[in-house]
T-cell receptor, first 116, second 112 residues
Framework: GAVVSQHPSWVICKSGTSVKIECRSL??????MFWYRQFPKQSLMLMAT?????????EQGVEKDKFLINHASLTLSTLTVTSAHPEDSSFYIC????????????FGDGTRLSIL | QKEVEQNSGPLSVPEGAIASLNCTYS??????FFWYRQYSGKSPELIMF????GDKEDGRFTAQLNKASQYVSLLIRDSQPSDSATYLC????????????FGKGTHLIIQP
């Protein structure tokens, strides 16, 4: 079964809306979770690394004030896309390493975000 | 800048044959290597991972790593139509606190 749960799976909203996406690790504690973004016909691009109890580490070119990440517990990380615009429409996917930090990352089912 | 290169395909293989997928990476310090399968509209699913030079087998899948050549491959034996998907090669430079760098993926088609 899935070890990482992501919600919601699909969001359609108007431009200017803020959208929150949740990522939960099931039955294990994840001190580190990761957020990726995938545009159509493109590969996954790492946006940020979410660290429990501390600030997220963002990749170059990712606006930290636009993509707010909170990792308040060992099983939950959230990504909030603030004031979303059509160019933010994408497939957002979180991941976590189950079984320890050196283990492979397992991905959530992803959230397809469409901004009208 | 870290780069992971894959032939985008499509790679067409007859059912029952061996599918061979290749990947090269630019960061010589990379430590861990992963193959994910992604069906259209879905999130990636882990197929194999390899950390050491050589071969690693798991069922119909074999991952091969050559760090000197900065080359990773995935072999799929007895290919099935359900194996048709995009296969993503991913590389991690450090330990588990590091994110993955993905290639663009190879689109594999298994012909019945």
């Amino acid at each position: 079964g899935a070890v990482v749960s992501q919600h919601p799976s699909w969001v359609i909203c108007k431009s200017g809306t803020s959208v929150k996406i949740e990522c939960r690790s099931l039955d294990f504690q994840a001190t580190t979770m990761f957020w990726y973004r995938q545009f159509p016909k493109q590969s996954l691009m790492l946006m940020a690394t979410s660290n429990e109890g501390s600030k997220a580490t963002y990749e170059q070119g990712v606006e930290k004030d636009k993509f707010l990440i909170n990792h308040a517990s060992l099983t939950l990380s959230t990504l909030t896309v603030t004031s979303a615009h059509p160019e933010d429409s994408s497939f957002y996917i979180c991941s976590a390493a189950w079984g320890g930090p050196d283990q492979p990352q397992h991905f959530g089912d992803g959230t397809r975000l469409s901004i009208l | 800048q870290k780069e992971v290169e894959q032939n985008s395909g499509p790679l067409s293989v007859p059912e029952g044959a061996i599918a061979s997928l290749n990947c090269t990476y630019s960061d010589r310090g990379s430590q861990s290597f992963f193959w994910y399968r992604q069906y259209s509209g879905k999130s990636p699913e882990l197929i194999m991972f390899i950390y050491s030079n050589g071969d690693k087998e798991d069922g119909r899948f074999t991952a091969q790593l050559n760090k000197a050549s900065q080359y990773v491959s995935l072999l799929i034996r007895d290919s099935q139509p359900s194996d048709s998907a995009t296969y993503l090669c991913a590389v991690r430079s450090g330990g588990g606190a590091d994110g993955l760098t993905f290639g663009k993926g190879t689109h594999l088609i298994i012909q019945p």
